[in-house]
Structures are given as C-alpha cells and as structure tokens.
C-alpha cells in the first residue's frame, strides 16, 4: 500500500466509524438530511481549508484566514446596506481584496524570505483590526437580491437540501480536484512542497507559485466571509476566531503533512466531515457540553501527527535499506 495514502484512509475510517456509531445511537442519525447538513452547517470551514490545503502542501502556514473571512463578511454587508451594491458586485469586490491580500503575503514571503508564520500572523492582526475599522458591530443585510441567493438550495428529497454556501464549498472543492491533479499548477505546488530548492533547481516558477498560494487562500478566506454572510443574513467583524486553527486541524488530520508535499483535498474534506459528524453527535446527544468537540479534535490531531511521524520515519528507514 501506498504509505502516502495511509493517514488518508485512516481519517476515512475514523469519518465512517463516527458516522455509524452516531446512527446506531441515535434515530434519524444517518439521515441524508444529516448529510445534507454537514455541507451545508461546515460550508465556511471546508472553504477556508481547501485553500490552507493549498497552502500547506507547498510547505507554508496562512493564520490570516479566519480574519479574512471576518474583514471579508463586513465589508460585504456595508458595501451593501451603506453603499447599496449589487451583491454581486460587492461579492467580486471583496474576493478581489481577499485574493491581493492573499498575493501581498506571499510575496513577502517569497521576496524577503520572512518565516510565513510571521507574515500570516501580522496579517490576521490586520485584517481583524480593518474588519473592526469598518464596523465596530455586526450589521444585518436586507437585500431582496440578497435573500433570493440566501433561500437558494439544492434538494436531494426526504427534506434533505443543499444550502448555497454548501454548493458554494462542493464547487470549490471539485475545483480544487481539478487544479491539484490535471493542472501543472497543482504539479508544482507538490514539487515545492516536497523540496523548494529541488523545484527551483528543476526550473520551476517557484516564487510565482509560492504568490498564486497565498492568494488562492486569500480569495478562500474572503470567499469563505462571503459564505458566511449567505449563511447569518450578516457581516460580523468578531466573526472568524479561531477559524484558522480548525482550518489547519482540518487538513492534518485529512492525511496532509505540515511539512508539504504529501497530501490530498479529498482527505482535507473527509476531515472537515469529522468536525461535522462531531458536532451532530453532541446536538443528537443533548447532553454533553460543546467543548467536548475541542477535546475529540485534539486527540484525533495528536494521533495524526503520530501517524504521519512513524509514516515519516518508516520511508526514512526504507531509503536507508534501498542505499544500503
């Protein structure tokens, strides 16, 4: 078996095993409404990762995004209630903003070498100072045009239904299948991930690649505030905390290494899934309390960066017997 496609059928396991337990244990369960729902109630998170997948595959870190979606949420309401956009213009307007923010950040860090863990952190601080700039509370949003988009979903039957920020996040993710495996974009970002020097040395527009990075996770940060608003009916500067955490713990634990290089979105969606199937489990119960969602995503992202170690150390072994 491919050790590169280990941790990803692991988490794939871990998602059935959590999913069959819950309807066993609990009527209606295994329901495509709840299915449904679990598109549709984790739309933002599973846009933002698909992005910091992206990011992380080409050995880099984006802590920006959860206050990108933030920013990206509220200057959509204002620029609809207070300037009375389209939404559709004020949409391209904030996924242009989330996208060159995204590029500006990649290119510190490509142009002066600065630690991306840096970059990203003082552009969250940016970003989430700009998104309290621009409104110091959250601001509803009464747009007919709006709410049409808002009320839009897809149904599978049996009450089950696709919200639009679930449609949203599908189309985002079979975009992403599509650039990663059938795209020479998608090649070098595993190159680089895998070594940037050997990319560079092969050739590759590495700084480019490592720029266009950041600014898809940009433009899914922003896309995810767009979401966001289509999900609350409102743009919240507040909104976002923490997002980027779960974003990363989501793709971690979809099989992808932190190091770059290895990895997969389809794993990434699969992990997006597990917080979801989490989540339902504790509304299902009643009776156990929220932070136990925190709890069960800690133990699972420890046990995953154990797998992808012992992963890490077996090729290592394994080399060393084939040059031996």
């Known amino acids: 078996m491919n050790r590169k496609l280990l941790p990803t059928l692991v988490t794939a396991l871990v998602l059935a095993g959590l999913f069959l337990g819950g309807a066993g244990l609990y009527p209606g369960f295994g329901s495509l409404r709840v299915v449904a729902n679990l598109i549709s109630d984790n739309a933002v998170l599973g846009i933002v990762s698909m992005g910091m997948t992206l990011v992380i595959l080409s050995g880099g870190i984006d802590l ?12 959509m309401a204002t620029l609809m209630e207070r300037g009375h956009f389209h939404p559709v213009v004020a949409a391209l307007i904030v996924l242009m903003m989330g996208g060159g923010f995204g590029w500006m950040q990649g290119g510190l860090i490509q142009r002066y070498g600065l ?5 990203t952190l003082g552009g969250m601080f940016f970003a989430r100072g700009m998104a309290f700039v621009v409104s110091m509370e959250s601001m509803g949003i009464g747009d007919r045009t709006f709410r049409l988009a808002q009320d839009f979903s897809w ?65 899914c940060g922003a896309l995810g505030g767009v979401a966001t608003t289509l ?38 969606m699969l992990g997006v899934l597990i917080f979801g199937t989490i989540q339902s489990v504790l509304i299902f119960d009643g009776r156990l309390n929220s932070w136990w969602l925190r709890i069960a995503i800690g133990t699972l992202l420890l ?3 154990l797998l992808q170690r012992i992963l890490a150390v077996g090729v290592t072994r394994a080399g060393k017997g084939k040059s031996d």
Do not use: Q
């Open 115 to 119: 630690p991306a863990f840096l970059v």
């Open 231 to 268: 999900y609350t009916s409102s743009g919240n500067p507040a909104m976002g905390s923490g997002l980027e955490l779960d974003a990363i713990a989501a793709v971690v634990i979809g099989g992808t290494l932190l190091s770059g290089g290895v990895g997969y979105l389809w794993g990434t």
């Open 64 to 75: 920006s995004v959860g206050a990108v979606v933030a920013c990206s949420s509220i200057v």
């Open 303 to 305: 046990v995953f960066i």
């Open 155 to 219: 149904g599978w039957g049996w009450k089950a239904s696709i919200s639009s920020g679930g449609l949203i996040f599908l189309g985002i993710f079979g975009l992403g299948l599509w650039v990663m495996h059938w795209t020479i974009f998608g090649r070098n970002i595993y190159a680089m991930g895998g070594s940037g020097e050997s990319a560079d040395l092969m050739g590759l527009p590495v700084a480019r690649t490592r720029m266009s990075v950041y600014a898809v996770s940009g433009f």
